[in-house]
């Protein structure tokens, strides 16, 4: 037995019967003023990222009468500048058998003015199940779209027994790309022996596919892997995931779920392939499932979900009707040292209002409203400090460890450290409710929700022997 569909004309009414709770949330003050949100209920993955004739889409997971009424849609954004965003209604409804129970997360596809949604259709049975091996549905499905804004009828493309006979039922997130002039499509699974890995699928017309082979690294890796993404830069290729399981390591996957990349040496031809060391793409306590699409002008451009699923964090935005949140745009690069690295979007410099700026040996005081952006640049390498960027939250540098220390605010976070030899960048965006810190250039990044007084609000650090400067712009 499965839960109905929910259809388009039902969704309207659900909403025009909750108005009252949509106009509350766009007031208050929690909300977030340069960031995707939801724009009520619940969020999670950037889903299906995409620019068509100059406009960007951003579809996510979307739940809007959480915790309610639990059906997932894909919620829609779009964009011409990064600044400045149109909300539309829902693009994709649970409303068929293939994904009555949430059209989950997938990604974009184009070719010959067409664009190519792929995704997980999530069926889940009532009944005594344990939902990993038996009790749930997890179909690729297609609808496609000539403008991001009316879409297709959905084609089931493939089931779970289309899938390799080892896996669980938990196969999902597809991404399509084109390698050697064929179509190839990753899949985030878990195996019947509890093994993530991404799957590969290959194709010569988009609709019918073949299992290929399955990416994962000698040892098993954590249990499940999900939202897997492709992306090649210049002539080095990646992968990203997210692999749930992987205990804690010191510093390292400090998160209840983690979420990273490895390089990947493979031709796309035979069934060897080589992948890289696994890096973490985020030290703080709220990053996961990011999406990375490339833009018209060539740009790799990461969105992540700013949150961590079963973190068990207060999120107190929730009482007020809304809860979670999508990063700001990154640009992705490879560094010098060959690793990737993400930068804010250079669209974001427009957020910039007041400026002021000054020596770091001579310290910091400045009252601020929550959202400002700050840089410290310190060619020479950082000495000790510490930075009050909030009343209760500290980023602080001692013995060549970065310690991002939110304790104080007492939502569940507490400290979240990362291992670097020379600081010599920090880029800090900081928003009602959230903190992102980019780290020399973004090799590294801290990404956090952050509830503390907005009130009386004061940036400060002591002065000291840092060579160096600090910029500071309110958004
Ligand atoms: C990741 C995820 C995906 C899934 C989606 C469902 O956060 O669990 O694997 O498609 O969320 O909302």
Redesign the pocket.
Known sequence: MVKSPMKKEAYRKHFQERKEWYDRVQKDPMRLQYHIQPPMGWL??PNGLCQKDGIYHIYF?YCPFYPELGS?FWGHMTTKDFIHYDEHEPAVYPDTQWDCN?P???SAYQENETIYFF??G?VRYEGSYNYVTDGREQNTILVTSRDGFTFSEKQLLMKNEDYPADMSRHV??PQVFRENDRYFMIQ?ARSVKDEGSILLFESEDLIHWSYKLRFQPEKPFGYMW??PNYLKIGDRRFLFT?PQGVPRDGFEFANVYQCGWFSLDYDFKGENYVLGAFHSLDRGFDF??PQVFQDEAGRWILFG?MAV?DAGYEEPTLARGWIHALTIPRELYVNDAGLLCQRPLKELKRLRKEKASGKLSEGLKRWTSPCFELKFLMEEGAEDFELHLRESVVLAYKDRVLKLDMTGCGSGRTVRRLKTEKLWKLQIFSDTSSLEIFVNDGADVFTSRIYDSMENLQIRMAEGKIQGTWEYYSL
Request: charged residues 20%; aromatic residues 20%.
């Open positions: 999670n993955d997971q997932i949430g989950y997360s997938g995704y997980t999530n999902r997130d985030g999900e939202c997210c996961y499932a979900w699923p």
